[in-house]
Each structure stands twice: as structure tokens, then as C-alpha cells.
């Protein structure tokens, strides 16, 4: 059973350009939610995607982008990129039902240069 | 808003001694509570949550954590710790009135020395 798998594992960006990540859900989940770790910092939530739309979004500006496929998987998408965006990039899945954990990927590791 | 403080940033012990994480996390009428961990290069392991029910929560590797409304905590405890145990964990807060996104704190750095 696999779990949820991110790619690519690693990307190198220079500023002002785009960026799109994805994420497959774990086999069974049909939420995937979006997380920004900058280095020696807790995740921050980005956003999260259910039935194919947004249902909650966290303090990050509109540069941030998403969208999730009938499929359920998922991409994030990030335009002019800044310094500050250098970070992991988690993606997270779930049950849609409320009380189930959420189960992360290892993440993509974004350096902009 | 809702928020969670991990009091302590780092914290080392030697192998074989119990350790304890704390966390707080703001006041609120309904949450779910959990704690992560996370090794280097790599995404993030559920230890355990609490839902609802009974307030000690036991996890995977001998993990458990205590849910304290009152003092809004959820503090971590291993009896006896191994050195595969040295790793970042996190403490994490859904807030039901909010939705089901997660809000972590800064993490604490668990090092375990022989």
C-alpha cells in the first residue's frame, strides 16, 4: 500500500520564476493538504483540496496555487518566486471525514537561488 | 487564532532515561490533538492523537501523551528512551471550528546520547 508520494524529491529555482509540485494521495484518501516547512520551523498549512476544490486556506499570498485531479491527486503551484519561498514543501492526505490523522510525504526540498 | 507553544527547543537526554515534550496550545471548545516526528530528510511520522475519549493517548514506539483540558496540554512522555529515538517532534492542533488544517509548533530536537 503505497503512501503519499511527492515529486520531485528535490528542485532548484531562481527568483521570479514558477514552480509546480505534486503529490499523490495515499491509496483511500480523497483530502490533500499542503504544508511549508522553512528550516528549523514547524510546517506552516498552505492549503487544503477536497471533491476537487479549496476548502480551507492558511495566511499565504495569492502567488500560492493549486488544484487536485478527479483522481484526487494534486499539484501546488507557486509563481515569481522569492528567496523567502526556499523551504520543504509537505503534502498531506486524509479521509474526508474529520477525525482521520493526516499522513505526510516526504516532501519537495525548493532552493531558490 | 488558534496557536501551539513548544516550550522546550531542544532537549537532550542520555539513553535509557525518560523524557518529556511539552506542548500548550491556545484555548478553544473543540480540537484534535497530535504529535509528529520527524527524522532527518524525511516527511512526517504520526506518533499518536487524541480524538476524544480517554485522556491518555498511547502511540507507536512507546510513545504517550496526556490531553489536559484545563491546562490546555498535550505533553509527551517515553519511560525509557533509545538512541533511534533522536529525532525533531512536533506537537499539532486541528481546530474543528476552523476546519481540519493542521497548525504545528516550532518543533523540539530530541537528542539521544549514550
Known amino acids: 500500500d503505497a503512501g503519499v508520494t511527492q515529486s520531485p524529491t528535490h528542485l532548484i529555482k531562481t527568483r521570479g520564476q514558477q514552480v509546480t509540485l505534486r503529490c499523490s494521495p495515499k491509496s483511500g484518501h480523497d483530502t490533500v493538504s499542503w504544508y511549508q516547512q522553512a528550516l528549523g520551523q514547524g510546517p506552516q498549512f498552505i492549503f487544503q483540496y477536497y471533491e476537487e476544490e479549496e476548502r480551507q486556506r492558511g495566511n499565504f499570498p495569492d502567488r500560492f496555487s493549486g488544484h487536485q485531479f478527479p483522481n484526487y491527486s494534486s499539484e501546488l503551484n507557486v509563481n515569481a518566486l522569492l528567496l523567502g519561498d526556499s523551504a520543504l514543501y509537505l503534502c498531506?492526505?486524509?479521509?474526508?471525514?474529520?477525525?482521520?490523522?493526516?499522513?505526510f510525504g516526504d516532501g519537495t526540498r525548493l532552493s531558490i537561488l | 487564532a488558534q496557536s501551539v507553544t513548544q516550550l522546550d527547543s531542544q532537549v537532550p537526554v542520555f539513553e535509557e532515561a525518560p523524557v518529556e515534550l511539552r506542548c500548550n496550545y491556545s484555548?478553544?471548545?473543540?480540537?484534535?490533538l497530535f504529535w509528529y516526528v520527524q527524522y532527518p530528510n524525511q516527511g512526517l511520522q504520526l506518533l499518536l492523537k487524541?480524538?476524544?475519549?480517554?485522556?491518555l493517548v498511547k502511540g507507536i514506539n512507546g510513545f504517550e501523551a496526556e490531553f489536559n483540558k484545563s491546562q490546555t496540554s498535550f505533553h509527551l512522555r517515553k519511560p525509557s528512551v533509545h538512541i533511534s529515538d533522536t529525532a525533531e517532534y512536533f506537537c499539532a492542533v486541528s481546530d474543528l471550528q476552523a476546519g481540519t488544517a493542521l497548525i504545528f509548533g516550532k518543533g523540539t530536537t530530541l537528542s539521544v546520547s549514550s
Open positions: 487524541y480524538l476524544s475519549g480517554s485522556t
Open positions: 498531506a492526505s486524509s479521509s474526508g471525514r474529520g477525525n482521520q490523522p493526516q499522513h
Open positions: 484555548s478553544s471548545v473543540s480540537v484534535y
